[in-house]
Nanobody, 121 residues
Framework: QVQLVESGGGSVQAGGSLRLSCAAS????????IGWFRQAPGKEREYVAA????????DYTDSVKGRFTISRHNAKNTVYLQMNNLKPEDTAVYYC??????????????WGQGTQVTVSS
């Protein structure tokens, strides 16, 4: 099991940027597909983005395409989520999670504790 820790959240105004980090301890991230998810108050957790083992293949939910970029630095055992042009509707607790290649999205696990992102208008 890999342990994940998110960081980098904060409060910004609309149009601002934040970079979230997802760091691993105990095991390397290199063998896992990493995903970012978020949960706003009163809403279900939703998928945001994912990146494959190589970092060459990424996927995003439609609402963040063109604004968010997921990347990984395997030597640092870290995955990043660069968030630009933030909107109030991006306000949520952001989580990273891991799954084996080829597994379903529902198989994401090893959830971190989350990091709060608050965007004010």
């Amino acid at each position: 099991q890999v342990q994940l820790v998110e960081s980098g959240g904060g409060s910004v105004q609309a149009g601002g940027s934040l970079r979230l980090s997802c760091a691993a301890s105990g095991r390397t991230l290199n063998n896992f597909v990493i995903g970012w998810f978020r949960q706003a108050p009163g809403k279900e957790r939703e998928y945001v983005a994912a990146i494959d083992l190589t970092g060459r293949n990424t996927d995003y939910t439609d609402s963040v395409k063109g604004r968010f970029t997921i990347s990984r630095h395997n030597a640092k055992n870290t995955v990043y989520l660069q968030m630009n042009n933030l909107k109030p509707e991006d306000t949520a607790v952001y989580y990273c999670a891991a799954k084996r290649p080829g597994a379903e999205r529902a198989d994401f696990g090893s959830w971190g504790q989350g990091t709060q992102v608050t965007v004010s208008s």
